[in-house]
């Protein structure tokens, strides 16, 4: 599987696709410390949602501060992920290159694994810049909004740090499992986006406006919660849970699929 | 040693459509083959369930060895063009190489000489989607040579190509056949598989209608020679006197036309000079009629269809 992971990331990761990488990620951290610091409340919201999505100047004060806004920004990075692995994986088939890697290497769910692995492997160093970044872009910013941060540069605030990069990269993970499947069911970047947009984006969150339930069931809004670190409706804890049940069924499809499928293409 | 691929009974079927149907065929090791049938005959999926890409429904085989079943063990030494090139777009022809390299393991050293070898060594470093589709050909079989393969297989590489390119695939193709591989190559341009296969495999819905040396195939109407007298006049006097020895005659394009049964071909000219000669007629032309891959295909077509 290491050979696929280097293969695929001889063609991912490019001058180019890294420039791009840099300067998207460069940008994102500046907005959102620019927005989340402009726009945190001295209060906390009435009936304040648990959880990420809105925060507070103590809360920026606290250890998690520095990276507070790399984790409410990446909390809406999930359909981003979602629609870039569908699009990845489906052009791999639609194109035959899925068909010229395994007349090079036939073991199929080791090059599925290897070619998601690699571009999780980008996206694991995207998500660090990321919040490298942001924690500067924060810093930054921090005194002119009132903010201190003599406490993000603690033991807890690496901590938290951390634990916030986990969060991220683990919806990312599953973001990137259920866009697999996508693609693999239906192998072709088109009808595979078409059905990821329709379902993670009207069905679930208009269903999810007058059943509450859903919050609880539904894919999307499971690792949706789980990068936010929690929501009302889904704690961090069973959130974890339901991903991995979620996101194991997923890959369990993609990869019997691809053992046992002609590949025609 | 063994076959470089046999298969036996070897069947695909999508639903209720054969596609592939109890196939038996044996290549041995060190032949150019040709794969010729209409579209839709079974080429491509045969290719592919040696590849392994496409499971069989019935039957077994095995290339260089192995059973089909398990191309792990023989697919670092079969290299392969089917269905078309596939690169990546937006990387280069050379990187496009790499990465193919590093996922088969194979030593990337060779792919500036493979580029060399297949026209490519100025271009290589252009991205993918600015070839043109000889270019895209190439680079595929380039891609195909990486493991220096034992075996060869190459689903119409001449596709869609002009005249040129047509003749330089040919040129190619008969200098990968060197050194002892073996190649096997479906095309429909019937005259470049004659000038480069030294075995020819011709199928029709998904079963071998014939499977040998292109020259035992090519023979097989053999023994017809065209005959022409330098005097139009003697023609008739000609063909009466040949018929007389029981030769069978007829005419063709103004061209008399003996034949005599198969691989008498030198005896049968020697017999037709001597008797023209021994009655004062002139023969302009005596030559052997070849009958062309073309023209016995598509008789062979006749009969199956």
Not at chain 1, 147 to 159: K, L, P, R
Not at chain 1, 204 to 233: H, M
Request: with cysteine.
């Amino acid at each position: 599987m290491i050979r696929i992971v280097h293969a695929q990331l001889v063609r991912l990761a490019r001058g180019r696709t890294i420039a791009v990488l840099v300067s998207t990620t460069l940008l994102f951290a500046v907005l959102t410390s620019l927005t989340v610091f402009g726009t945190a409340s001295s209060e906390p919201a009435v009936g304040g949602a648990a959880g990420r999505g809105s925060t507070t100047i103590s809360a920026l004060e606290g250890p998690s501060g520095g990276t507070e806004a790399f984790a409410i920004g990446a909390s809406f990075t999930g359909f981003l992920v979602f629609v870039t692995f569908i699009a990845l994986i489906a052009t791999e088939f639609s194109g035959g290159t899925w068909r010229a890697l395994l007349l090079r290497d036939p073991h199929r769910r080791r090059v599925l694994v290897g070619t998601v692995a690699a571009v999780l492997v980008l996206a694991a160093g995207t998500v660090a810049l990321a919040e490298l970044l942001t924690l500067v872009a924060s810093w930054i910013v921090a005194p002119a909004n009132g903010v201190a941060t003599a406490e993000w540069f603690t033991i807890s605030g690496v901590a938290a740090a951390a634990g916030n990069y986990l969060t991220v990269l683990a919806g990312i993970i599953g973001w990137a499992v259920f866009g697999t499947t996508l693609a693999v069911i239906f192998r072709s970047a088109p009808l595979a986006l078409g059905v990821g947009f329709a379902w993670a984006g009207p069905f679930e969150n208009i269903v999810v406006d007058s059943w509450d339930t859903g919050y609880r069931l539904f894919p999307g809004q499971v690792l949706a919660s789980l990068i936010r670190g929690g929501t009302v409706e889904l704690t961090m804890g069973r959130a974890v849970f339901t991903a991995i049940v979620y996101v194991t069924g997923a890959a369990l499809v993609a990869l019997t699929l691809v053992s046992r499928r002609d590949v025609t293409a | 040693m063994t076959n470089a691929v046999a298969v036996s009974g070897l069947t695909k079927r999508y639903g209720h459509r054969t596609v592939v149907d109890h196939l038996t065929l044996e290549l041995p090791r060190g032949v150019v083959a040709g794969f010729i049938g209409p579209n839709g005959a079974g080429k491509t999926t045969t290719m592919a369930m040696l590849l392994g890409l496409v499971r069989p429904s019935e039957g077994s085989g095995t290339v260089l060895g192995w059973p089909i079943g398990r191309p792990a063990e023989f697919l670092g030494d079969v290299g392969a063009l089917i269905e078309g090139p596939a690169f990546y777009p937006s990387i280069s022809g050379r990187r496009n190489l790499e990465m193919l390299a590093i996922a088969g393991g194979h030593h990337r050293g060779r792919i500036t000489g493979l580029l060399e070898q297949v026209g490519l060594a100025g271009r290589g470093e252009d991205q993918y989607r600015s070839y043109s589709l000889g270019m895209k050909q190439r680079l595929g079989i380039a891609a195909a040579l990486l493991g220096d393969p034992e075996l060869l297989i190459l689903d119409e590489p001449a596709n869609g190509l002009d005249p040129q390119g047509v003749q330089e695939m040919r040129g190619l193709i008969g200098r990968l056949a060197g050194g002892g591989r073996t190649v096997l190559v479906s095309s429909h341009d019937l005259s470049e598989l004659e000038q480069v296969c030294d075995w020819v495999v011709l199928i029709e819905g998904g079963r071998a209608l014939y499977e040998g040396p292109t020259r035992d195939l090519l023979d097989d109407r053999g023994g017809r020679l065209t005959v022409l007298p330098e005097w139009p006049a003697d023609g008739a006097r000609l063909i009466e006197l040949l018929r007389t020895h029981d030769l069978e005659v007829g005419q063709e394009d103004g061209r008399i036309v003996v034949s005599a049964g198969r691989g008498v071909q030198p005896a049968l000219a020697a017999a037709v000079n001597r008797l023209a000669f021994d009655a004062g007629i002139v023969l302009v032309e005596l030559s052997p009629v070849r009958t062309t891959l073309e023209e016995r295909y598509l008789s062979m077509m006749e009969v199956a269809g």
